[in-house]
């Protein structure tokens, strides 16, 4: 069967041909929604109809028939089977959806006129074979309706062809496309068909039709309105067009397969394992891309841990491959190039992927270093064919992070597997002491008794923007040690809901208000908190006198001097937002804040420590717009108009369809303009002075900065002061001339540490002059093997010049350990030129003894130094030094 009987098409050729397509049919064109689902049930987006659930379920409506888009989906669930000719991470979706406005034949008679068409993919009617539910008559005579013969169309059962979201509910009959690639592509056996498991029919179309609601007794009445839901494979229909076998021999993965070529030198298709590696570097990478891209970060759970997982098997594919660390930069450029038209967050936040994948490579190249040896030390121990225990893989997992899959695969290559059993048990062993630690949060305990209360009371008006008190507040509901009660008296402590309140509930990272309920007689209530739970506001308070019930209408009263202090810190955390993105990138997105009276607390995603010339630029920054007494302005508006705006949006934040938007000023292009629900300053002027406290890391890629502004930035300052002061009354000297006492301070004590030095390791100090004592004369050297425990890595250094100083130009040569005052071992193998001529070689000493005090190393003939982590080793190490120059 010949490969070129149909024409050939570009991956983006398909892509926008297929869009215009069904924009042309009257569906409306969506662009590709995030990774990182609208919808709690899902981790990440694995399929085209996920942005269309709110649609299907009826809650959402369109004026078009139906949609159509190219979606990103991520699937890790077959991680270890992607590599080979089918299976990948990241893919393409191509789809068309209809809720109810075009039906079951217009979507099979536009499927088929789309494939079959010379103005679009133009494939050969005779290679084309169509599935359907065994018992869906209708799509059989639909499919022969478009001119598909029966012979061309096969039944398959309830397993392969029957979609249902669960046991019960909306459910329908599938018909998929099958493309027939040949006899080559076969099994050879006689009953190949469409279904089979070999590669001769490739389905590349899946059309669902969902037209039932199942019940619990099994029947399946029709819905109200049927819906469509189809899906083809971006990468699987390009590999068709393009002629090719495989997901990977299309254009878009074949570019990235070449970027490994060039960094590997290996040329694909000359080897079945490196180039299994090559496949999974061009998928993980692209992967890895667009996950940073949607503002995922790496972690050590859910979806940050895949993101990790996909990262750190790049790498180790690379190592295996000899690409030396950092390479990712170079595929995250070719991804951007391929599909940064189609995907522009790829070209806007390029400084954050480049950082975060440049920095996790250097810290799982260290793990991979650490982990790797401790691996291949335990699998030494092994005999043939034996199982690594699980403890042994959990421990590489828990104290030196190194991945369980990597260790599967390491084991697996050296043909050992490892006892999964024994590390899931240790990994649940964890989880429970995890479990128990951590304090519980004192929401939790009114789950039950808060969700009854939501399901059947309004939503909790807030009335506090604008206002720190309001009279006529209605209480509504009353909780007391876990329960709801009609009344509480004085001394009690509970937790009152309102109709309305001015009290703001904690969230968004400002914590929640206190104050005082009254009626203006004898009730007094003092409110130490204030929370949110599913629209409810719950002011957690203490009676104080009188006796509150539920139905008594009171005067609700915030702390008014304290809400000021939060509504600076408030401003103050979008002034910094906007500040740290003009300074270091528009990478820069809020990963989390804490905004309270005294301080403010924010972090962001970037991936190095900023330094000292940065803070002061983000300072001087905020600074400015303080001073310039610019307006905060609040505006209502829809969400679209909102994000048109310009308005920054939180990352994952669930918004309504009308949102509030707080901008500086009220230009077109204020300093700062976010979505936030929050109180916020009137006046840029009130925040008084912004001070940065501390910058610091919070995690990987996640940096923090602490500050303070208004009376919290006057307390810092008259801090600072206090302390500067002290410092110079102890240095007995002005508070101007302190720096520079500190550095003539410095000073003496360096030239104090070298003399030191020169004491305790130079020639003359006793440990030394020992140590040179028990040399043996080689052949054309003298040669010193000692321990001398309590010098550290560089002090080493400092005793090896000692000997050779001692040997007065003599040839001269050591192996040195100490066990280093901090706990480790510190291995050197040290020669003058004349020894290393007569056969001494410090670098392989060092490399062939480092694993006996659980460390790594090497160096040059002349010079070579190891650390460990075993002193109980030192003496075997040495030992084996002995042996070795045959001593």
Request: net charge negative.
């Amino acid at each position: 069967m010949s490969t070129a009987d149909y024409k050939t098409m570009t991956t983006a050729e398909i892509r926008e041909d297929f869009l215009k397509f069904f924009e042309s049919k009257g569906c409306k064109l969506c662009p590709s929604s995030s990774l990182v689902p609208d919808d709690p049930s899902l981790l990440l987006a694995n399929a085209g109809m996920n942005q269309f659930k709110e649609y299907y379920q009826g809650s959402k409506t369109m004026k078009e028939i139906g949609a159509c888009s190219c979606q990103k989906c991520l699937r890790t669930n077959d991680i270890d089977n992607i590599g080979d000719a089918r299976h990948l991470s990241f893919f393409e979706m191509l789809g068309n959806f209809s809720f109810g406005g075009y039906t079951k034949a217009d979507a099979i008679a536009w499927a088929y006129e789309f494939i079959t068409s010379p103005e679009h993919l133009g494939l050969p009617k005779d290679r084309l074979y169509m599935t359907v539910f065994e018992n869906d008559e209708e799509a059989i005579e639909l499919w022969h309706a478009q001119g598909v013969d029966y012979d061309h169309i096969s039944r398959l059962g309830e397993e392969d062809n029957f979609w249902a979201a669960g046991p019960t509910g909306p459910c329908g009959p599938c018909s998929e496309i099958y493309f027939d690639q040949g006899e080559e592509f076969g099994c050879g056996s006689p009953d190949c068909a469409p279904g089979c498991d070999c590669d001769r029919y490739l389905e590349f179309w899946n059309l669902v039709f969902t037209q039932y609601d199942r019940q619990e007794d099994g029947s399946m009445p029709e819905l109200p309105h049927r819906n469509i839901d189809t899906g083809m494979g971006l990468e699987r229909i390009a590999a068709i067009m393009q002629h090719k076998g495989t997901n990977y021999d299309g254009d878009l993965l074949q570019s990235l397969i070449g970027v490994g070529e060039k960094l590997s030198g290996h040329e694909y298709g000359t080897d079945a394992a490196k180039d299994r590696s090559l496949r999974i570097l061009a998928d993980h990478s692209r992967a890895v891309t667009f996950m940073i891209g949607d503002g995922i970060l790496p972690g050590n759970e859910g979806r940050g841990y895949i993101l990790r997982r996909l990262l750190r098997r790049a790498v180790y594919h690379a190592r295996l491959m000899n690409i030396q660390s950092p390479f990712l930069s170079t595929y995250v450029d070719e991804v951007t190039r391929l599909m940064g038209d189609n995907y522009p967050a790829l070209v806007e936040q390029n400084a954050l992927i480049q950082g975060i994948v440049r920095a996790e490579e250097e810290r799982f190249g260290a793990t991979l270093d650490a982990g790797e040896s401790m691996l291949e030390t335990e699998c030494a121990k092994l005999a043939e064919g034996a199982v690594l225990p699980g403890e042994v893989a959990f421990k590489l997992h828990d104290t030196y992070g190194f991945p369980i899959d990597l260790t599967r695969e390491i084991c697996e290559a050296a043909g050992h597997e490892v006892d999964m059993e024994g590390f899931d048990a240790c990994m649940t062993e964890q989880k429970e002491r995890a479990r128990a630690a951590a304090n519980r949060d004192a929401w939790s305990n009114f789950n039950d008794v808060w969700t009854g209360l939501s399901d059947k009371l309004a939503a909790t008006e807030f009335c506090g923007y604008d206002a720190d008190a309001a009279d006529g507040c209605r209480v509504v509901a009353i909780v007391a040690r876990e329960a709801e009660a009609d009344e509480a008296h004085a001394g009690d402590e509970v937790s009152v809901v309102l109709d309305q309140t001015p009290f703001y509930a904690e969230m968004g990272g400002q914590c929640g208000d206190t104050g005082y309920l009254t009626d203006g007689g004898s009730l007094k209530v003092r409110v130490s908190d204030t929370k949110g739970k599913n629209g409810l506001y719950a002011h957690v308070a203490t009676v104080e006198e009188g006796t509150l019930r539920v139905g008594d209408v009171v005067t609700a009263a915030v702390d008014h001097g304290r809400r000021e202090l939060i509504r600076r810190n408030h401003t103050a955390t979008h002034l910094l937002d906007a500040a740290l993105k003009q300074v270091l990138g528009e990478h820069v997105s809020q990963a989390g804040s804490f905004v309270g009276p005294d301080r403010l607390r924010f972090d962001f995603t970037h991936f190095e420590a900023m330094t000292a010339d940065e803070l002061a630029r983000v300072e001087g920054l905020v600074n400015a717009e303080i001073f310039a007494a610019e307006p905060i302005v609040t505006r209502v508006m829809g969400l679209d108009e909102a994000k048109a705006s310009g308005a920054v949006a939180l990352f994952g934040e669930k918004y309504g369809e009308t949102v509030r938007v707080v901008s500086t000023g009220d230009s077109d292009a204020p300093f700062s303009r976010e979505l936030c629900g929050g109180t916020h300053a009137r006046n840029t002027a009130d925040l008084g002075l912004f001070k940065i406290v501390s910058e610091s890391s919070v995690g990987s890629n996640a940096r923090r900065i602490e500050a303070v502004t208004s009376m919290g930035a006057i307390e810092h300052l008259d801090e600072q002061l206090e302390l500067l002061a002290g410092v110079a009354h102890e240095l007995k000297c002005r508070p101007a001339d302190a720096a520079e006492r500190v550095a003539s301070l410095n000073h003496e004590l360096r030239d104090t540490r070298k003399k030191l030095e020169a004491v305790t390791t130079g020639a003359g100090s006793d440990k030394v002059a020992e140590a040179f004592r028990s040399a043996v004369q080689l052949d054309g050297y003298k040669a010193v093997v000692a321990r001398l425990d309590g010098l550290s890595g560089k002090d080493m250094r400092s005793a090896w010049d000692g000997i050779r100083d001692a040997a007065e130009g003599e040839p001269v040569a050591c192996v040195i350990a100490s066990a280093t005052p901090d706990g480790k071992v510190a291995l050197l193998a040290g020669a003058t030129d004349a020894a290393v001529a007569s056969g001494f070689k410090a670098g392989d000493i060092v490399k062939n003894i480092a694993s006996l005090v659980g460390g790594r190393g090497g160096g040059r003939p002349n010079m070579a130094q190891a650390g460990g982590s075993d002193v109980s080793g030192i003496d075997a190490a040495l030992d084996a030094a002995r042996k070795e120059l045959g001593l």
